[in-house]
């Protein structure tokens, strides 16, 4: 089936031509590169089918900032909460750069505020230092911001990454390869612990070096990571406790910065609790219940989506801006 999907994901490739491929590198990726002339950090993803009543107050935000293929422009804000918000001036990450490589380049996910193409810049130099080839780069933003499609409730404002635990390889990823090949999951399956054939220290120092940044208030990653952390750390602790333990997050971790000063609308979480959130806090994560939730019986209501009204009032003219 994977087999399948990669030909039909090359076929359109061929067929829509310079709008949609990009490569370069290896044969693969220079053969994708003669039919490629978009400019770097630019994607021209297929848009949206148009909404029957674009006004409507009853249609789900998501719907609409999804339909945003350009960024609002003016000074770079942040707006409203992690989880409740959009953002203006947005800037999009290259595909390519020194000491990183963007994947699931279909989404249009790889847009930020400059602060925080600035820390993937920083990290993935700092990177390099402590044995990590490069970053892998998951989700930022999208242009606008704002809720998605599908697979998140944050990365809304634009300060926000997900950085996989796949170091980037030697050479540029192909088109396919950045949309079809998966990061590693460092977790065994019982989820009690890291997977001793996957993690190495270079794990643990990427990480680090990201919790270290002074920008960065808190990285998510699953329980079992953060427990080997708390293990490994030794007498250098003090990072540990911008890392916070969350459901999933065993193939990548989430970066999340602190709201730029110059954005008097963006809202910052709470600081993180005192300590290294290791110990009893983290032995919570492990009770069965809570490691291994059981599913709900019956269908599931997702209940109500978030409509405009529910963002910032500023959000209303960032999407409905052209």
Same mark, same amino acid.
Request: glycine share 10%; with cysteine.
């Given at each position: 089936?994977?087999?399948?999907?990669? %030909?039909?994901? =090359?076929?359109? =490739? #061929?067929? #829509?031509?310079?709008?949609?491929?990009?490569?370069?590198?290896? *044969?693969?990726?220079?053969?994708? %590169?003669? #039919? *490629? *002339?978009? +400019? @770097?950090?630019? =994607?021209? !993803?297929?848009?949206? +089918? +148009?909404?029957?009543? !674009?006004? %409507?107050?009853?249609?789900?935000?998501?719907?609409?900032?999804?339909?945003?293929? /350009? +960024? =609002?422009?003016? @000074?770079?804000?942040?707006?409203?909460?992690? /989880?409740?918000?959009?953002?203006?001036?947005?800037?999009?990450?290259? #595909?390519?750069? !020194? /000491?990183?490589?963007?994947t699931r380049l279909s989404r249009d996910r790889n847009w930020g505020n400059p602060r925080l193409i600035q820390f993937i810049e920083r990290l993935g130099a700092e990177g390099k230092k402590v044995g990590w080839n490069g970053l892998l780069v998951g989700d930022m933003a999208q242009p606008r911001g704002g809720p998605m499609m599908s697979d998140h409730a944050a990365h809304q404002i634009g300060i926000e990454v997900d950085i996989w635990f796949t170091p980037m390889p030697d050479h540029v990823l192909t088109r396919a390869e950045r949309e079809f090949d998966d990061p590693k999951n460092v977790v065994l399956p019982d989820g009690l612990g890291v997977d001793p054939k996957i993690w190495t220290p270079a794990h643990m120092a990427i990480v680090k070096a990201a919790a270290e940044d002074p920008e960065v208030t808190r990285i998510f990653v699953n329980a079992a990571i953060k427990k080997q952390m708390c293990s490994e750390a030794g007498s250098d602790r003090a990072w540990l406790a911008k890392v916070r333990p969350w459901w999933g997050h065993a193939e990548h971790f989430h970066v999340r910065l602190a709201c730029p000063a110059d954005s008097p609308q963006c809202k910052l979480q709470p600081p993180v609790p005192p300590g290294d959130g290791c110990g009893h806090a983290l032995d919570l994560w492990f009770r069965p219940g809570i490691l291994h939730p059981r599913p709900p019986k019956g269908p599931v209501n997702p209940g109500p989506y978030v409509t405009l009204a529910g963002l910032p009032p500023a959000c209303r003219a960032v999407v409905k801006a052209p």
């Open positions: 089936m994977l087999a399948l999907m990669r %030909s039909a994901f =090359l076929i359109v =490739l #061929i067929g #829509i031509g310079p709008a949609f491929a990009q490569g370069s590198g290896d *044969d693969a990726s220079r053969a994708a %590169s003669t #039919i *490629d *002339d978009t +400019p @770097p950090g630019t =994607l021209n !993803p297929q848009p949206l +089918p +148009p909404l029957a009543d !674009p006004n %409507s107050p009853k249609i789900p935000a998501k719907e609409l900032f999804a339909r945003k293929l /350009t +960024p =609002l422009p003016g @000074p770079a804000r942040a707006i409203g909460s992690y /989880t409740r918000g959009c953002m203006t001036g947005a800037v999009a990450l290259p #595909i390519t750069g !020194p /000491t990183w490589q963007v």
